[in-house]
């Protein structure tokens, strides 16, 4: 079975600074992988995707993320942190064909983002 | 362009009252439908998907039930409200093709009192 974690529930960091949200995956073969973000009251926003190529992935608000299949962790990263990312992330995993049925993602628990000013 | 509609954005119903939330889905056909809760502190739990009208999958046996009755269109109802039942819930859609990925309302948070 597919399963996502996401080690850190809640991290803080200084506006401007760098910022790794990290996300470790267990899947049995190659796996479409997602990160949400979650503004308060909102709904989840496509932040960026990876399905094959490239193991760097740039997407929207300047955020990227990087596939390292020995390691299993597709983690997010952004150089300079705003104010306006304060928010949660969901990092989520797929499956990489279509067997007819729902394409169902499972979704890590998330990792708040608290950004000072 | 797709774009999905959820409503009501917020709703208090005491328990034991019945409850419908509806999902829409425009500028697409045939979409995967999902219905998620997201309790406080916690992460996203599938409740129910549908691959087709009338075609639901439940994935957590529970107080709520879900039906299609129309193609673009998803509802989540409950006869009685349990205390339990309080979160945010939100409704995502997405399609067969190679680079699928769910697209998400805005949401409906539910307090049961």
């Known amino acids: 079975a597919q399963s996502v974690t996401q080690p850190d529930i809640h991290i803080t960091v200084s506006e401007g600074a760098s910022l790794e949200l990290r996300c470790n995956y267990s899947y049995g073969a190659t796996p479409y992988l997602f990160w949400y973000v979650q503004s308060p009251g909102q709904g989840l926003q496509l932040l960026l995707k990876y399905f094959s190529g490239d193991t760097l992935v740039q997407g929207i608000k300047g955020f990227e993320a990087e596939f390292k299949r020995s390691q299993s962790s597709f983690n997010l990263r952004k150089p300079s942190v705003h104010w306006s990312d304060a928010a949660e992330y969901f990092c989520?995993?797929?499956?990489?064909?279509?067997?007819?049925?729902?394409?169902?993602?499972?979704f890590g628990s998330g990792t708040q983002l608290t950004v000072l000013p | 362009s797709q774009t999905i509609h959820q409503w009501p954005a917020t709703l208090v119903q005491p328990v034991g009252s019945p409850l419908s939330l509806e999902c829409t889905v425009e500028?697409?056909?045939?979409?995967?439908l999902y219905w998620y809760r997201q309790a406080a502190g916690r992460g996203l739990q599938l409740l129910f998907y549908?691959?087709?009208?009338?075609?639901i999958s439940s994935e957590v046996p529970q107080n709520l039930s879900a039906s299609r009755p129309q193609d673009r269109q998803f509802i989540l109802s409950s006869k009685k409200l349990l205390l339990s039942d309080s979160g945010f819930y939100l409704c995502?859609?997405?399609?067969?093709?190679?680079?699928?990925?769910?697209?998400f309302g805005s949401g409906t948070r539910l307090t049961v009192v």
């Open positions: 995502a859609w997405s399609a067969l093709t190679a680079n699928y990925g769910y697209t």
């Open positions: 989520a995993v797929g499956p990489s064909y279509s067997s007819g049925s729902a394409r169902q993602l499972t």
């Open positions: 500028g697409t056909s045939n979409p995967n």
């Open positions: 549908s691959v087709g009208i009338g075609q």
